[in-house]
């Protein structure tokens, strides 16, 4: 993953799959993770993590740090795609912000935004913040428009 140094927030668990940490802020209906290389497995237990958030609360918010991420992050992702087929229609994100630094962090949310019409996962809301403003972004997460974009 990434150096936690870098990061305001810590990861509080390590999850089965390297793929992602779940960080402290989560709680209740806000599951906040740094995400690292994408895989099948990573991609079930996060899935399967949303699912009984939605289960418990209806709407699940995502923050997703995507810091660091590199070419091979980003299409280390294309593994989500099946997930998404499969699982996507299960759970439901209302409020989804990802914090990155990259090129390839910006563009996976792009092309995520642009084909949200046909997509089976598909946030209520999405944006996407710079690292400096990673408490801004939990912040829209967890309570909503808070303050402009």
Request: proline share 5%; no cysteine; hydrophobic share 35%.
């Amino acid at each position: 993953m990434t150096d936690n140094s870098a990061t305001e927030f810590t990861a509080i668990e390590q999850t089965a799959s390297p793929m992602f940490e779940i960080l402290e802020t989560t709680r209740d209906d806000v599951v906040a993770v740094r995400m690292g290389h994408g895989t099948p497995a990573g991609y079930r237990e996060f899935y399967d993590l949303l699912v009984e958030k939605t289960d418990e609360y209806g709407t699940v918010h995502v923050y997703e740090d995507t810091t660091g991420w590199t070419l091979g992050t980003y299409l280390s992702h294309l593994h989500g795609i099946v997930p998404d087929l499969r699982t996507g229609p299960i759970f439901d994100i209302g409020r989804y912000a990802a914090v990155g630094d990259s090129r390839w962090a910006k563009l996976l949310y792009h092309q995520w935004r642009a084909i949200t019409p046909v997509w089976p996962v598909v946030p209520d809301e999405m944006r996407y913040y710079e690292p400096q403003e990673r408490r801004r972004a939990l912040d829209w997460v967890t309570a909503g428009d808070t303050d402009s974009y």
